[in-house]
């Protein structure tokens, strides 16, 4: 999903040594796929979302993850289906504009890796979910100079546990949703920001 789908809000001090991202929107990818009468796994993807994080790599734990989505930015690549998805039926745009995940804890599970668990609101239902992310690198890019971090990541949620339950003889319930993710280091703190 893209506009979790992950603004950063964080709900503790800020640690010494964490780093403020912003998700470049170019590039990070909120996809999702799900079962079409199970010939095939069709792919959809959100167009418009912000969001922000808190990270230390050397610190896994303490990251912090806030992503507001724009519902009606859904697109399926087929301008039939993409209005059928952002109506009453499925996402409900007009009356649920927003989606948003924000972070609960993170749990380490390797050295460039961790469990992400969270709460994600959709059609004005909040559920938890567990994000399974893996860090890939961070560096300085070689043309915008601009310091990145980049993560890759995926769930899968079930769609009915949210009220989405139209068509579900046709259209699969579980939802597997695929993060490629970008975030441009803003700042970082000192302990000044402490």
Same mark, same amino acid.
Request: glycine share 8%.
């Given at each position: 999903m893209r506009s #979790?789908?992950?603004?950063?809000?964080?709900?503790?001090?800020?640690? #010494?040594?964490?780093?403020?991202?912003?998700?470049d929107t170019v590039?990070?990818?909120?996809?999702?796929?799900?079962?079409?009468?199970?010939?095939?796994?069709?792919?959809?993807?959100? #167009?418009?979302?912000?969001?922000?994080l808190m990270?230390?790599?050397?610190?896994?734990?303490?990251?912090?993850?806030?992503?507001?989505?724009?519902a009606d930015s859904v697109d399926m690549d087929d301008d039939k289906w993409t209005a059928r998805l952002?109506?009453?039926?499925?996402f409900n745009a007009e009356n649920h504009p927003k989606i948003q995940f924000v972070s609960t804890r993170v749990e380490p599970t390797a050295s460039r890796s961790a469990d992400v668990f969270g709460d994600l609101t959709l059609l004005g239902v909040t559920r938890p979910v567990a994000l399974q992310m893996?860090?890939?690198?961070?560096?300085?890019h070689p043309l915008?100079?601009?310091?990145?971090a980049g993560f890759s990541g995926?769930?899968?949620?079930?769609?009915?546990?949210?009220?989405m339950t139209?068509?579900?003889?046709?259209?699969?319930?579980?939802?597997?949703?695929? #993060?490629?993710?970008?975030g441009i280091l803003e700042h970082k703190l000192d302990s000044s920001q402490q």
């Open positions: #979790l789908l992950f603004a950063v809000i964080v709900y503790s001090a800020p640690i #010494l040594g964490q780093e403020l991202y912003r998700l590039h990070t990818q909120i996809l999702f796929f799900v079962s079409h009468l199970g010939f095939s796994n069709s792919q959809g993807e959100f #167009l418009k979302f912000d969001g922000e990270f230390d790599e050397n610190r896994f734990s303490a990251t912090k993850v806030t992503v507001t989505i724009d952002k109506g009453r039926k499925y893996s860090f890939n690198r961070a560096g300085r915008s100079q601009k310091y990145i995926h769930t899968v949620i079930k769609r009915s546990e949210f009220g139209s068509d579900l003889k046709w259209v699969g319930d579980e939802v597997h949703i695929r #993060l490629e993710v970008e």
